[in-house]
């Protein structure tokens, strides 16, 4: 039995069984501590890049030569600035992951239980929502609507937002986080250490 990613359906064993269902030994899994990752790991900041210096016409140089100096000098402003972008939206994307994962840990440990085979799932639900924001973020800070090289053109950043929100919502499926997934999710048992599986 497989879930929405094709993790095991572990809900069964972690939130009770109130079908009374004969549960596979492949669908248990015991419950684990959920150490909070090292996020400057998980997300390595890239280093910071020098500003290109204007450049500024020397007296004996030729309008040409000082164009093409004017050329890559905007050619390498422009790299700088995607660079500083890069360092600016990592450094947001760990506070905010960091974040989540202290909104959302505790309630997943306390209500659905989670195992050792989900850690990695609920680190990458956290960047995922970062990421998201960030992307966010950045539209509205340039717009829907950018100049491109042809003109006037979607913001790139709308689709890069549409696949982190598609992304997030196979998270929430699959861990219960919203109103609707959470109806399939029965709760955790309270108590009951006669009926824990790995007794």
């Known amino acids: 039995m497989s879930g929405p990613v094709g993790r095991p359906a572990l809900a069964i064993v972690r939130e009770g069984n109130p079908g009374h269902r ?32 204007e450049p500024i016409r020397d007296e004996d140089e030729s309008i040409e030569h000082f164009i093409q100096r004017e050329y890559r000098y905007e050619k390498q402003l422009t790299d700088y600035e995607l660079r500083r972008q890069a360092i600016n939206g990592t450094r947001f994307v760990k506070r905010r992951a960091a974040a989540e994962w202290a909104r959302v840990v505790p309630v997943l440990l306390q209500s659905i239980g989670l195992g050792s085979p989900d850690y990695s799932v609920v680190v990458d639900m956290c960047i995922c929502v970062a990421r998201l924001e960030w992307c966010e973020h950045e539209l509205s800070r340039e717009g829907l609507i950018v100049m491109g090289q042809r003109g006037p053109c979607k913001n790139p950043m709308t689709t890069v937002a549409g696949q982190y929100r598609t992304q997030l919502k196979t998270y929430i499926r699959e861990l219960g986080l919203s109103p609707s997934a959470r109806t399939g999710l029965p709760s955790r048992p309270d108590g009951g250490e006669d009926d824990d599986p790995f007794d």
């Not at 004969?22 to 020098?50: G, H, M, N, Q, Y």
């Open 22 to 53: 004969p549960i596979p030994e492949s669908a248990t899994v015991p419950p684990a501590e959920f150490p909070e990752p090292d996020w400057s790991k998980e997300l390595p900041e890239s280093k910071a890049p020098r500003k290109p210096k």
